[in-house]
């Protein structure tokens, strides 16, 4: 029983799977070196003109869609937008497969957010997502799990990223969808995942990056109900033309919703699904049938639209040698 305390699998999604067979994801590891950072911020500064320096802030939306059955209580997943100009922006998803065990997934996921927001004050935590992750992880109390990713705008336009499991972010310029983080599971529907247990995942084990945004960047973050249900283009297609924050992410969300409900729709989840061997058994297959479908889930977008405000190098309230 202790390896199911490591990791707890969802228990949601396809319950039909006729295999169980497991793969081991380890997809390629992004790497950011801290000690980039005061190299990068000089270079912000010599690029722009010595008169006028740009600070890049988001614009934020949010928007939540519970599980159907989860209307009432609000679902499992989490979220929190703060900091300084909404700089720091982060999702908690409660691994729901606690239930079983009668704890409620929510309170790890939301407690979590909490603590985000209360270790955000500490001059450490509110420059390295990593470090923010491990204070937030160690101070919530609350039994169970989540998966989490949090992400933070440093004036410069450098987005730094910490993620552990498969909540996920998007960057989309001009159009274009120009960087994806890359989820981490021990196995199919069982994420790399923060939890109450010592044997869980750590900020240790988040997958940390960074990506340099400009004046105009769209920003999507999404728990796995998102990027279960929306393909990329999709996501894409359905943002290009909006540049309010809070219309792009129910739009986003709404989106994955509706082909969440659509038994029909060949969802990224079943595409995974049937890429790990689960799919119908082999005599539906000869009739031509394959596993498909949304993946009903609590949904949870956050859109952020970078801007810029331009400053006088002369104004010393600027604080760009973070
Ligand atoms: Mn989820």
């Known amino acids: 029983m202790e390896i199911i305390a490591m990791a707890i699998p969802r228990n949601f999604g396809i319950r039909v799977l006729e295999t169980t067979s497991t793969s081991w994801i380890s997809p390629s590891k992004f790497t950011w070196n801290p000690s980039r950072k005061r190299g990068m911020i000089k270079m912000a500064q010599t690029e722009a003109s010595p008169d006028v320096i740009k600070e890049l802030s988001l614009s934020t939306g949010t928007y939540l869609i519970p599980h159907p059955k989860k209307v009432e209580t609000g679902g499992e997943d989490a979220f929190f937008v703060g900091g300084c100009n909404g700089s720091v922006v982060a999702i908690a998803d409660g691994v729901s497969g606690w239930a079983e065990r009668n704890v409620n997934p929510a ?30 992880h160690s101070s919530t109390t609350s039994m169970g799990s989540a998966t989490v990713i949090i992400a933070m705008l440093e004036r410069n336009g450098v987005l730094k990223i910490a993620s552990v499991g498969d909540c996920g972010l998007r960057v989309i310029r001009a159009g274009q969808l120009v960087f994806t983080t890359t989820p981490r599971e021990h196995y199919f529907d069982c994420p790399f995942q923060v939890s109450s247990e010592a044997n869980g995942q750590t900020y240790r084990d988040a997958t940390v990056c960074s990506v340099q945004l400009m004046e105009g960047d769209a920003i999507i973050l999404g728990s796995d109900g998102l990027f279960d249900n929306a393909f990329d283009r999709e996501i894409v297609s359905t943002i290009s033309d909006i540049k309010d924050a809070a219309e792009a992410a129910k739009l986003v969300a709404n989106l994955a919703h509706n082909h969440s409900k659509d038994v029909n ?5 079943t595409q995974e699904a049937r890429t790990m061997g689960y799919d119908v058994p082999d005599w539906k297959k000869m009739i031509g049938k394959k596993l498909k479908g949304g993946k009903l889930d609590d949904i949870t977008v956050i859109v952020g639209i970078v801007s810029a405000n331009s400053r006088s190098s002369s104004d010393n309230t600027l604080k760009l040698d973070t």
Request: glycine share 0%; net charge negative.
């Open 107 to 136: 309170l790890f996921s939301r407690e979590l957010m909490r603590n985000v927001s209360l270790v955000i004050e500490e001059e450490q935590a509110n420059f390295d997502p990593v470090i923010l992750l491990k204070k937030a």
């Open 265 to 269: 729709f060949d969802s990224p989840y």
